[in-house]
């Protein structure tokens, strides 16, 4: 449910994928601009799992060729690229002799690039107005693949990081992008789950899953997104008391005002019928 939680499932997902495919496992690590960071303050910084507090880039992301992904970030609202979109990673865009170190490593090895690639290409879904597709089109002889391939540049982004009570502004390099298959709370809200899946309950003892309040609505809403209780398979489950104890006292209180104005709503409206003549059926 929270990013110090997926970082490790998806390193381990994607370490296993990249074996199942035979394709190289690329780490790619965030490059930063940052001139108040020792060595081990910028340790902690490559392994705050939250990107929301990294300007939407991961560290360290481990990524391969056949990687389902998801952007983190808004880049082209016009085409439709922008927070959330899926697309699979096609191929990277490295300097040369990265490429040549990439075309040796084995199927499944692990390739850490000296520098990061200028772009990953991607297959992005639903997506067929890539404006380069033309060109591609010569070497790709299927228009809808060649429509749907987009190259993301290397991105830039600033943000400030808090630690040990310092407030550093830092400039990082990388991408927007992180695994497809998992979602935090946030991320999942709004979100249908019809298939099967996987939901790590441990409890985030340094965020916001830190008192049982925030804890229990964290687990609502994972939990309410899936569409039948087989398809959960929930590790690290909290102790049955704490979802039998029900919603927080805020939300229970929340939910009898809003009775309250519904139905002072619906008398409002009841009058105004009449008073335009309007029969209402009777309840």
């Known amino acids: ?7 490790r499932w998806i390193t381990r997902r994607a370490r296993r994928d990249a074996r199942v ?50 952007f983190t970030g808004k880049f082209n609202g016009a085409y439709g ?16 002799e990265d490429a040549k170190r990439y075309k040796e490593t084995g199927p499944g090895e692990i390739f850490r690039p000296k520098k990061l690639p200028t772009g990953i290409w991607l297959q992005v879904d639903n997506f067929e107005d890539s404006p380069s597709w033309r060109s591609l089109n010569e070497f790709i002889p299927e228009e809808k693949v060649a429509r749907g391939l987009y190259c993301m540049p290397l991105m830039e982004a600033t943000f400030s990081w808090l630690v040990s009570s310092e407030t550093h502004s830092i400039r990082r390099f990388g991408f927007m992008l992180t695994h497809a298959h998992y979602l935090t709370t946030t991320a999942s809200q709004g979100q249908t789950l019809r298939k099967p899946v996987t939901i790590d309950c ?8 830190t008192t049982d309040d925030a804890w229990w609505l964290n687990l609502y809403v994972m939990f309410s997104r899936v569409t039948r209780m087989s398809h959960m398979l929930l590790l690290r489950p909290p102790p049955r008391t704490l979802l039998e104890r029900g919603p927080p006292a805020s939300v229970r209180k929340a939910l009898k005002r809003f009775e309250k104005t519904e139905r002072d709503t619906v008398a409002d409206a009841v009058l105004l019928a009449k008073r335009f003549g309007i029969s209402l059926p009777e309840e």
């Open 21 to 70: 495919l035979g394709v190289p496992l690329v780490f790619l690590q965030s490059a930063d601009e940052c001139q108040t960071l020792d060595t081990d303050k910028y340790a902690r910084l490559l392994n705050d799992a939250n990107i929301y507090n990294t300007g939407r880039i991961h560290g360290v992301l481990p990524a391969h060729v056949g990687m389902r992904v998801r």
């Open 81 to 96: 690229l922008v927070q959330e979109q899926r697309a699979t990673i096609v191929d990277f865009v490295f300097q040369e």
């Open 1 to 7: 449910m929270y990013w110090e939680t997926l970082a």
């Open 202 to 209: 441990a409890r985030n003892e340094g965020g916001r899953g």
